[in-house]
Nanobody, 125 residues
């Protein structure tokens, strides 16, 4: 099992920045690809960003390219999502997820091997 705990959410003004963290414990963190999904009320989870097990490749949804950056620290067993130039439409619960398959193969959030409970990001206009 892998346990994932997100932190770093909060309230920020449009144009501001936040950094989300996802601390992993349990089985070898380094063997899993990691990613972030988000959900707003009444909508399905949508993919935000993913990073391969060794950090060699990163994937982003078109709506965050150039604004968000995903990274991982294998010593701290933590994956990060740096979010800049935030917009009100970025308001959502952000969930961390881990999977033995690469981000390029991910289809849905609920197919991920492990999922965190999420952290709320609110962007005020």
């Amino acid at each position: 099992q892998v346990q994932l705990v997100e932190s770093g959410g909060g309230l920020v003004q449009a144009g501001g920045s936040l950094r989300l963290s996802c601390a992993a414990s349990g089985r070898a963190f380094g063997s899993f690809a990691m990613g972030w999904f988000r959900q707003t009320p009444g909508k399905e989870h949508e993919f935000v960003a993913g990073i391969t097990w060794n950090g060699g490749a990163k994937y982003y949804a078109d709506f965050v390219k150039g604004r968000f950056t995903i990274s991982r620290d294998s010593v701290k067993n933590t994956v990060y999502l740096q979010m800049n130039s935030l917009k009100p439409e970025d308001t959502a619960v952000y969930h961390c997820a881990a999977d033995s398959r690469g981000p390029g193969t991910w289809v849905t959030y609920y197919a991920m091997n492990f999922r965190g409970k999420g952290t709320l990001v609110t962007v005020a206009s």
